[in-house]
């Protein structure tokens, strides 16, 4: 081989490993770009999905805290005159139980660990004691006995505050996170 030939050979080689070189460079650059948009990406859905999740929790706690009062408040204004309307406002009872179940459903799907515990027996008081007041009725009671009407009342707004204390804590605890 002549050295005209050799020289170019190398000049050859040399390029192409230059070439080489550059393609496995380019390639390796633009693979941690890819990474690193992804790795962004998937920040940005995870941080998108947590405002959504605190978002429906808010509204799910909102929901149930409102049932409840409505639920208060019907007991507290008419199971007094429950004796003589019976049916209409134990058809207005029923509507409320199940917005309330409804709202405390939303709760369980959304909410966290405590808000859900104080939610489920928010419902259970509300459920139980509307239950024993007709149960009162049934047994022979002539009209509601403001004990129970009290009983009722006092559990409902003690569990309802205990929910809301669960809820300010947990909203409170994720916003803080952001």
């Known amino acids: 081989m002549d050295s005209g030939t ?19 460079t380019t390639t390796l650059v633009e693979g941690r770009k890819l990474k690193a948009t992804q790795r962004a990406e998937e920040r940005k859905r995870a ?75 928010l419902w259970k008081v509300a459920r139980n004691g509307v239950n024993d007041i007709l149960a009162e009725l049934d047994s022979g009671e002539t009209k509601v006995r403001r004990a129970s009407l009290d009983r009722v009342l006092t559990g409902i707004s003690e569990t309802g505050d205990r929910f809301l204390e669960a809820c300010r804590a947990d909203v409170q605890g994720t916003t803080t996170d952001f």
Do not use: C, M
Not at 7 to 13: A, E, F, K, P, R
Not at 57 to 69: D, F, I, M, W
Not at 70 to 90: C, D, G, K, T, Y
């Open 47 to 121: 941080a998108e999905h947590a405002t959504w999740l605190r978002d429906e929790r808010v509204k799910a706690y909102a929901g149930l805290s409102n049932a409840g009062e409505e639920a208060f408040q019907l007991i507290r204004s008419e199971f007094v005159e429950l004796a003589e309307n019976r049916e209409e406002i134990e058809a207005r009872w029923r509507e409320r139980r199940n917005e309330l179940r409804k709202a405390h459903n939303q709760v369980a799907l959304f909410g966290t660990e405590e808000p859900r515990r104080r939610g489920k027996e």
């Open 6 to 24: 050799t020289t170019q050979l190398i000049t050859v080689g040399a390029t192409l490993g230059g070439v080489l070189l550059t393609l496995l």
